[in-house]
């Protein structure tokens, strides 16, 4: 029996090496494992032995069973790695190929500008609202201190629809509304971002529907001082933190004082450059303290309440910001011009 | 307005360059253009022509040998009128002029030394040259001295700033106010001109009347100047009207343009003997006629204010002289008007016919006090330039307040709506250097402003003075001091912008186009009848009305895109749009366009836009906006812009919201699909807040059924119908198969419904009972018949 277990052995030892698949391995495991295997003729033929030799060919037999077992269990791991391989290396493919295109979402340029002057104003506490682009000669200019035949409405040329009403020339007819609806309650802080008309030929630089974001601050003690605060904050977010901004001193009828804003230049820092035109400014926006007859005639005593107001135009800050040289970019829409645009931006500060 | 320095310095006393004067205007207020020098031609000296003798080499050029006082040159010169003796202006080696510099050179074998020159060739402005400079050298008068610089001579050495005021500033459209201004900047004095006339013993009022019948005119003064020589002006008088911008003509005419320019008030010059001895001042007729000076038949309104004698109008008030009554060349007795109209007539008078330097000036406001002066001053000029003899007094009226305006105005109320801290004696050197007399007692200031001044009226206008003279340089800028709040968007503004931000996450671009539009876009896309507005005078009938639907912009878009070889294109536009019903109505709209590829990789896969595409953008953000299960699609009622078989409305609760679908291919002929939707109406729907509920942990049970339909069935019905008959268990329900034509007008649709209990595990009684039912109702209701059964 021990001869023929050392038989059977030496056997197995020489079909194995045969093994070259797994279905040529699972048959090697019939035949030595399986039901009409030797080993399990071997236990039917040990009935016969006596105890002692029992003892002794069980043990040996169980010694075959887990010899075989663990040589199986081995080549079955090696074969299956050798046809994962093979299957791999079928499995190749050009990673140089070009890439699906996923139709990306961009923000509008002009509304990225909004956005951004939203946020920079919402932090600071003021509310944005709105105001209808057909609007009422009565609050786009009367209400502004722009009387019937004021020569300054001539420069804003307007659509008018009616004798009465028009198209917005700008976004101020919202500063006029908020006090009227609010009448002498204070503060009032808000920003009105909108579209306005003005009879203007398009060109590179001119556009008969462009956008502007007011700003109006009203309460008992407001100063220019103010306003230039606020709008460094604003400048140096939009432009940078190393912007600086001066006032120059200009004129519109509906604020008193009035001045026109500049940032020192991004482009060249102050030392003169095309884009500054050599002066290392550049104008980016007109601003002022609310003329009285403004606060008056909207319910705000003048003499109690002061205030200051700005205009931005969006088109303007992103034709500076991105270096856009024509107007008429935004509203063409052109998909590779609206993708420039939608991208990440990292701000970084100056550590205090 | 076009400054010549050297006329500015000679009104105030300073000695610093155009460029710093013109930097120091800037920072008061005062922007500029440009600063530019009159004749931009360096090292041009005065020379006497010694010989002349032909070129041998050249049929037209001769050899001169020139003087300049230092030495005598060769120089060849190729002007026809070129002689021995002249006096003329010469380029010396090294002079810079327009067309380059001026070297030596051989020309034709000859040497020649410097270049005599012409004066068109000096740089002046085109409309400054005459003809005759234009075809030879300019010839200096004899008594020239040699060898000086000619610049000078001819007074062209001159740099002039051309600053672009704000509308305010009338009183800078004037030299002396130039001056004042200057000199409150640099605290020096302003010079006034010599405007004392001396008059003969015949009265003015002797041969004059004037009559005043309008209220639109507040001043008419008026003087003769008898016995002028009309000739050329002198060149100080040339040279400062060309700084200025202005063409010399004669010294008559350049006087009325000199004082104009020097003290902001325009005047007339009448031929005295042209007109009746009565001026009428009166509003035109309508329909009333007068020929001016440039030779036009003017028809009149009852808005324009005429000049006229006993017979008829003579000038346009502040516009225009008439033909009949200019001065001319032989022109010997002059009525000269100074005189103040109403801004308001003279801005509609100068709109319907000529903006002219002295209307410009009129609309704007003069100095009421300068009305006489520029008159004593024209008159002064008249006599010395034109050998005129002045008559004695001065005709007319003036009713204008000339007085200094008074204006009370502390400190404090200076210093709190600056934020800054000027002391009182700051403010108080302030005024004084802008020639503002005032007392100040307990730091209240009482202002005396000068009736110059139009544009200062109230405290405010002192506040800007201040502000800008001490210099906003110096103010620090803070934030306002109020109460800590959180700044917020409206709450429709709000869902607008969360709108938006789902559309791009879907991988849509924004666009804004213009909301005027044409005559046949508005008629697009219409949904109901409707008023719309139309701009009263627009640019162009391409922008002349008030847009009512976004998608013929956006159709525009994808034209523009698609001509560019861009043809995937997912585009969307919130915008508000304007009609009239009753009033005017504003409503935002959201519209969205897709054309191409959705998602695309050229060489493997793609999902090309259809339909169900377009649908299920709007149903993501249906579901984003929590009204999934509430909108429906109707193929009724659908606008005629829309493909009548490829579009449906859009209902949310019953209510039509909006529109989706295919354009017409009468409107588009390309494979577009488009969407648009009411975001108000939207916005108005009350939605549930979100609330967690348990992701189901029991298991589901799937089916497929198949069913012959016939083709005029909606799926979508169907699929109501297994919801609703299938009970609560049915939680899914997905169409995995169309078979359009599956047997004569039938189509064969294949369903896949998921069976859930949240609760528990559901038996195979309980699926099969919804499934019998189901199959039951799809088969009644629909006149259905389960496949393969």
């Given at each position: 029996m021990k001869n023929e277990i050392e038989k059977l052995k030496t056997l197995f030892e020489r079909d194995i090496k045969k093994v070259k698949t797994m279905n040529e391995l699972n048959d090697l495991r019939i035949n030595y494992l399986g039901k009409k295997s030797k080993i399990q003729e071997f236990s039917t033929m040990m009935r016969d032995l006596s105890v002692e030799e029992k003892k002794e060919c069980g043990r040996l037999m169980n010694e075959f069973k887990t010899y075989v077992e663990v040589e199986i269990t081995n080549l079955r791991k090696e074969l299956e790695a050798k046809e994962l391989e093979e299957k791999l290396s079928n499995e190749k493919i050009d990673v140089t190929l070009p890439s699906t295109k996923i139709n990306v979402g961009s923000v509008h340029p002009i509304t990225k500008m909004i956005n951004?002057?939203?946020?920079?104003?919402?932090?600071?506490?003021?509310?944005?609202?709105?105001?209808?682009?057909?609007?009422?000669?009565?609050?786009?200019?009367?209400?502004?201190?722009?009387?019937?035949?004021?020569?300054?409405?001539?420069?804003?040329?307007?659509?008018?629809?009616?004798?009465?009403?028009?198209?917005?020339?700008?976004?101020?007819?919202?500063?006029?509304?908020?006090?009227?609806?609010?009448?002498?309650?204070?503060?009032?802080?808000?920003?009105?971002?909108?579209?306005?008309?003005?009879?203007?030929?398009?060109?590179?630089?001119?556009?008969?529907?462009?956008?502007?974001?007011?700003?109006?601050?009203?309460?008992?003690?407001?100063?220019?001082?103010?306003?230039?605060?606020?709008?460094?904050?604003?400048?140096k977010k939009i432009f940078g933190e190393k912007r600086e901004i001066r006032f120059r001193p200009s004129h519109f009828p509906f604020t008193e004082p009035s001045i026109e804003v500049d940032v020192s230049c991004f482009n060249c820092n102050g030392k003169g450059c095309n884009i500054c035109k050599g002066t290392g400014w550049i104008e980016i926006l007109g601003a002022g303290m609310v003329h009285p007859n403004v606060l008056n005639m909207c319910g705000y005593d003048s003499n109690k309440f002061t205030g200051f107001a700005f205009g931005i135009g969006p088109e303007r800050m992103a034709m500076l910001k991105y270096g856009i040289n024509d107007i008429r970019n935004f509203y063409i829409n052109d998909k590779r011009f609206l993708e420039e645009f939608d991208k990440v931006e990292k701000v970084s500060y100056e550590s205090k | 307005m076009r400054v010549?320095?050297?006329?500015?310095?000679?009104?105030?006393?300073?000695?610093?360059?155009?460029?710093?004067?013109a930097d120091a205007m800037l920072h008061v207020g005062n922007e500029y253009e440009s600063i530019n020098e009159l004749c931009p031609a360096t090292d041009l000296v005065i020379g006497r022509v010694v010989s002349k003798r032909p070129h041998p080499d050249s049929d037209h050029l001769n050899v001169c040998e020139v003087d300049l006082g230092d030495k005598i040159y060769q120089i060849v010169c190729g002007a026809p009128n070129v002689e021995a003796n002249q006096k003329v202006i010469v380029s010396k080696v090294g002079a810079k002029l327009p067309a380059g510099e001026i070297k030596q050179t051989v020309i034709r074998g000859v040497e020649s030394n410097g270049m005599i020159c012409s004066l068109a060739e000096l740089g002046l402005e085109s409309k400054y040259v005459k003809e005759e400079d234009k075809k030879g050298i300019h010839v200096l008068p004899e008594d020239a001295p040699v060898g000086i610089d000619a610049k000078?001579?001819?007074?062209?050495?001159?740099?002039?700033?051309?600053?672009?005021?704000?509308?305010?500033?009338?009183?800078?459209?004037?030299?002396?106010?130039?001056?004042?201004?200057?000199g409150a900047i640099y605290d020096k004095k302003v010079n006034l001109p010599n405007n004392t006339v001396t008059e003969i013993s015949d009265k003015t009022s002797d041969y004059i009347e004037i009559e005043n019948k309008t209220n639109n005119?507040?001043?008419?003064?008026?003087?003769?100047?008898?016995?002028?020589?009309?000739?050329?002006?002198?060149?100080?008088?040339?040279?400062?009207?060309?700084?200025?911008?202005?063409?010399?003509?004669?010294?008559?005419?350049?006087?009325?343009?000199?004082?104009?320019?020097?003290?902001g008030q325009p005047l007339h010059f009448f031929d005295f003997d042209k007109i009746g001895d009565k001026v009428i001042i009166r509003q035109a007729e309508n329909g009333e006629e007068i020929t001016t000076l440039d030779g036009v038949d003017r028809i009149l309104k009852d808005t324009d204010i005429v000049i006229c004698d006993e017979d008829k109008p003579i000038a346009l008030a502040g516009v225009m002289g008439g033909l009949d009554s200019e001065v001319t060349m032989d022109t010997k007795n002059i009525l000269i008007e100074s005189a103040i109209f109403n801004p308001y007539n003279i801005r509609y008078t100068s709109k319907e016919i000529l903006r002219s330097e002295a209307s410009v000036r009129f609309e704007k406001g003069v100095d009421p006090k300068r009305t006489k002066e520029a008159l004593d001053r024209a008159a002064y000029l008249l006599n010395k330039y034109a050998g005129g003899e002045v008559l004695s007094g001065i005709v007319g009226f003036n009713d204008k307040d000339t007085d200094d305006k008074e204006i009370e105005i502390s400190a404090k109320k200076i210093n709190d709506v600056l934020g800054m801290e000027v002391s009182t004696n700051e403010i108080r050197n302030i005024f004084s250097r802008l020639g503002f007399t005032c007392k100040e007692k307990d730091n209240v200031f009482d202002v005396?402003?000068?009736?110059?001044?139009?544009?200062?009226?109230?405290?405010?206008?002192?506040?800007?003075?201040?502000?800008?003279?001490?210099?906003?340089?110096?103010?620090?800028?803070?934030?306002?001091?109020?109460?800590?709040?959180?700044?917020?968007?409206?709450?429709?503004?709000?869902?607008?912008?969360?709108?938006?931000?789902?559309?791009?996450?879907?991988?849509?671009?924004?666009?804004?186009?213009?909301?005027?539009?044409?005559?046949?876009?508005?008629?697009?896309?219409?949904?109901?009848?409707?008023?719309?507005?139309?701009?009263?005078?627009?640019?162009?009938?391409?922008?002349?009305?008030?847009?009512?639907?976004?998608?013929?912009?956006?159709?525009?878009?994808?034209?523009?895109?698609?001509?560019?070889?861009?043809?995937?294109?997912?585009i969307f536009e919130t915008s508000k749009i304007y009609y009239i019903e009753e009033d005017y109505?504003?409503?935002?709209?959201?519209?969205?366009?897709?054309?191409?590829?959705?998602?695309?990789?050229?060489?493997?896969?793609?999902?090309?836009?259809?339909?169900?595409?377009?649908?299920?953008?709007?149903?993501n953000l249906f579901d984003y906006l929590g009204v999934l299960k509430r909108y429906k699609l109707s193929v009724e009622n659908i606008p005629k812009s829309y493909h009548p078989g490829m579009s449906a409305s859009i209902l949310i609760d019953g209510n039509v919201i909006g529109y989706i679908g295919k354009p017409h291919p009468s409107v588009s002929n390309k494979d577009i699909y488009v969407c648009e939707l009411n975001l108000d109406k939207l916005f108005d729907i009350q939605i549930k807040s979100i609330k967690y509920k348990e992701v189901p942990k029991y298991p589901s049970v799937v089916k497929d059924m198949a069913f012959v339909l016939s083709n005029d069935i909606s799926v979508g019905d169907v699929v109501s119908t297994i919801y609703k008959k299938g009970g609560r268990v049915v939680s899914n329900v997905d169409v995995f198969d169309v078979f359009n034509n599956f047997e004569?007008?039938?189509?064969?649709?294949?369903?896949?419904?998921?069976?859930?209990?949240?609760?528990?595990?559901?038996?195979?009684?309980?699926?099969?009972k919804s499934f019998e039912t189901i199959i039951d109702n799809v088969e009644k209701g629909f006149n259905a018949k389960l496949r393969n059964k």
């Amino acid at each position: 029996m021990k001869n023929e277990i050392e038989k059977l052995k030496t056997l197995f030892e020489r079909d194995i090496k045969k093994v070259k698949t797994m279905n040529e391995l699972n048959d090697l495991r019939i035949n030595y494992l399986g039901k009409k295997s030797k080993i399990q003729e071997f236990s039917t033929m040990m009935r016969d032995l006596s105890v002692e030799e029992k003892k002794e060919c069980g043990r040996l037999m169980n010694e075959f069973k887990t010899y075989v077992e663990v040589e199986i269990t081995n080549l079955r791991k090696e074969l299956e790695a050798k046809e994962l391989e093979e299957k791999l290396s079928n499995e190749k493919i050009d990673v140089t190929l070009p890439s699906t295109k996923i139709n990306v979402g961009s923000v509008h340029p002009i509304t990225k500008m909004i956005n951004e002057v939203e946020d920079i104003f919402i932090s600071m506490g003021y509310d944005v609202v709105e105001g209808p682009e057909v609007e009422r000669d009565l609050y786009n200019f009367e209400m502004l201190n722009l009387p019937k035949g004021h020569p300054a409405r001539d420069t804003q040329d307007s659509f008018y629809i009616t004798e009465d009403t028009l198209l917005r020339t700008q976004t101020s007819p919202v500063q006029v509304r908020t006090m009227l609806a609010n009448i002498e309650k204070t503060p009032i802080r808000i920003i009105c971002p909108g579209k306005t008309y003005r009879k203007d030929n398009d060109d590179a630089t001119h556009s008969h529907e462009f956008h502007q974001i007011e700003g109006l601050v009203v309460d008992e003690n407001i100063s220019m001082a103010d306003l230039k605060g606020t709008l460094e904050v604003f400048a140096k977010k939009i432009f940078g933190e190393k912007r600086e901004i001066r006032f120059r001193p200009s004129h519109f009828p509906f604020t008193e004082p009035s001045i026109e804003v500049d940032v020192s230049c991004f482009n060249c820092n102050g030392k003169g450059c095309n884009i500054c035109k050599g002066t290392g400014w550049i104008e980016i926006l007109g601003a002022g303290m609310v003329h009285p007859n403004v606060l008056n005639m909207c319910g705000y005593d003048s003499n109690k309440f002061t205030g200051f107001a700005f205009g931005i135009g969006p088109e303007r800050m992103a034709m500076l910001k991105y270096g856009i040289n024509d107007i008429r970019n935004f509203y063409i829409n052109d998909k590779r011009f609206l993708e420039e645009f939608d991208k990440v931006e990292k701000v970084s500060y100056e550590s205090k | 307005m076009r400054v010549s320095n050297s006329w500015l310095k000679e009104l105030v006393d300073i000695d610093v360059d155009a460029k710093d004067i013109a930097d120091a205007m800037l920072h008061v207020g005062n922007e500029y253009e440009s600063i530019n020098e009159l004749c931009p031609a360096t090292d041009l000296v005065i020379g006497r022509v010694v010989s002349k003798r032909p070129h041998p080499d050249s049929d037209h050029l001769n050899v001169c040998e020139v003087d300049l006082g230092d030495k005598i040159y060769q120089i060849v010169c190729g002007a026809p009128n070129v002689e021995a003796n002249q006096k003329v202006i010469v380029s010396k080696v090294g002079a810079k002029l327009p067309a380059g510099e001026i070297k030596q050179t051989v020309i034709r074998g000859v040497e020649s030394n410097g270049m005599i020159c012409s004066l068109a060739e000096l740089g002046l402005e085109s409309k400054y040259v005459k003809e005759e400079d234009k075809k030879g050298i300019h010839v200096l008068p004899e008594d020239a001295p040699v060898g000086i610089d000619a610049k000078e001579y001819l007074g062209l050495n001159d740099t002039y700033v051309d600053y672009e005021l704000t509308a305010n500033r009338s009183d800078l459209l004037s030299m002396i106010g130039m001056a004042y201004e200057v000199g409150a900047i640099y605290d020096k004095k302003v010079n006034l001109p010599n405007n004392t006339v001396t008059e003969i013993s015949d009265k003015t009022s002797d041969y004059i009347e004037i009559e005043n019948k309008t209220n639109n005119c507040k001043a008419y003064m008026s003087r003769i100047v008898r016995n002028v020589e009309i000739k050329e002006s002198p060149e100080i008088i040339k040279s400062r009207l060309m700084s200025c911008g202005i063409r010399p003509i004669n010294n008559v005419v350049d006087i009325s343009n000199y004082v104009m320019l020097e003290y902001g008030q325009p005047l007339h010059f009448f031929d005295f003997d042209k007109i009746g001895d009565k001026v009428i001042i009166r509003q035109a007729e309508n329909g009333e006629e007068i020929t001016t000076l440039d030779g036009v038949d003017r028809i009149l309104k009852d808005t324009d204010i005429v000049i006229c004698d006993e017979d008829k109008p003579i000038a346009l008030a502040g516009v225009m002289g008439g033909l009949d009554s200019e001065v001319t060349m032989d022109t010997k007795n002059i009525l000269i008007e100074s005189a103040i109209f109403n801004p308001y007539n003279i801005r509609y008078t100068s709109k319907e016919i000529l903006r002219s330097e002295a209307s410009v000036r009129f609309e704007k406001g003069v100095d009421p006090k300068r009305t006489k002066e520029a008159l004593d001053r024209a008159a002064y000029l008249l006599n010395k330039y034109a050998g005129g003899e002045v008559l004695s007094g001065i005709v007319g009226f003036n009713d204008k307040d000339t007085d200094d305006k008074e204006i009370e105005i502390s400190a404090k109320k200076i210093n709190d709506v600056l934020g800054m801290e000027v002391s009182t004696n700051e403010i108080r050197n302030i005024f004084s250097r802008l020639g503002f007399t005032c007392k100040e007692k307990d730091n209240v200031f009482d202002v005396f402003v000068p009736s110059r001044r139009l544009d200062i009226s109230i405290k405010e206008d002192l506040i800007e003075e201040v502000g800008r003279m001490h210099g906003y340089d110096n103010m620090k800028g803070k934030l306002p001091i109020l109460p800590i709040r959180m700044g917020r968007h409206l709450p429709k503004n709000k869902y607008i912008k969360d709108i938006k931000n789902r559309l791009y996450s879907l991988g849509l671009n924004e666009v804004i186009t213009y909301s005027l539009v044409n005559k046949e876009e508005i008629e697009l896309f219409k949904d109901k009848p409707f008023e719309y507005i139309k701009v009263s005078s627009p640019l162009t009938e391409d922008r002349s009305i008030m847009r009512y639907s976004i998608i013929p912009s956006l159709l525009k878009v994808a034209d523009y895109n698609i001509s560019r070889n861009i043809k995937d294109l997912c585009i969307f536009e919130t915008s508000k749009i304007y009609y009239i019903e009753e009033d005017y109505k504003e409503v935002n709209k959201l519209a969205i366009l897709m054309t191409g590829n959705y998602i695309d990789n050229t060489w493997n896969s793609r999902i090309v836009i259809d339909f169900y595409t377009i649908k299920g953008v709007l149903e993501n953000l249906f579901d984003y906006l929590g009204v999934l299960k509430r909108y429906k699609l109707s193929v009724e009622n659908i606008p005629k812009s829309y493909h009548p078989g490829m579009s449906a409305s859009i209902l949310i609760d019953g209510n039509v919201i909006g529109y989706i679908g295919k354009p017409h291919p009468s409107v588009s002929n390309k494979d577009i699909y488009v969407c648009e939707l009411n975001l108000d109406k939207l916005f108005d729907i009350q939605i549930k807040s979100i609330k967690y509920k348990e992701v189901p942990k029991y298991p589901s049970v799937v089916k497929d059924m198949a069913f012959v339909l016939s083709n005029d069935i909606s799926v979508g019905d169907v699929v109501s119908t297994i919801y609703k008959k299938g009970g609560r268990v049915v939680s899914n329900v997905d169409v995995f198969d169309v078979f359009n034509n599956f047997e004569k007008d039938k189509k064969s649709v294949a369903f896949k419904i998921t069976f859930q209990d949240i609760e528990k595990t559901l038996t195979e009684e309980e699926v099969l009972k919804s499934f019998e039912t189901i199959i039951d109702n799809v088969e009644k209701g629909f006149n259905a018949k389960l496949r393969n059964k």
